[in-house]
């Protein structure tokens, strides 16, 4: 099992790798990702089984980028 710190260390290790002008989308997901565990009509803590996910599916429809296309041009760079 990982620890808090090993997942700190791959998601820093992962945002490093990333290109300067990605910075600014993964500031916004990662604030979404936030608003997801930490807001008061959270059910389940973390851990526990929460198969419904519309709670992001809501955040992500009223997001003013177009986060479906940024992550298919993601995936295509990587191809």
């Known amino acids: 099992m ?3 710190s090993q997942y700190e260390k791959r998601i820093l290790g992962e ?3 990333l290109p300067e002008e990605a910075l600014p989308k993964i500031a916004r997901l990662l604030s979404l990702i936030r608003e ?3 807001t ?3 059910r389940f803590p973390l851990g526990e089984e929460d198969t419904s ?3 992001t599916r ?3 429809s ?5 986060w479906a296309a940024d992550v298919i041009a993601d995936r295509e760079d990587r191809v």
């Not at 009223?62 to 177009?66: D, E, L």
């Open 58 to 60: 809501n955040l992500l």
């Open 2 to 4: 990982i620890d808090k």
């Open 53 to 55: 996910h519309e709670k």
């Open 62 to 66: 009223t997001s003013k980028g177009n």
């Open 15 to 17: 945002i490093r790798s």
């Open 36 to 38: 997801e565990f930490v």
């Open 40 to 42: 008061p009509e959270s």
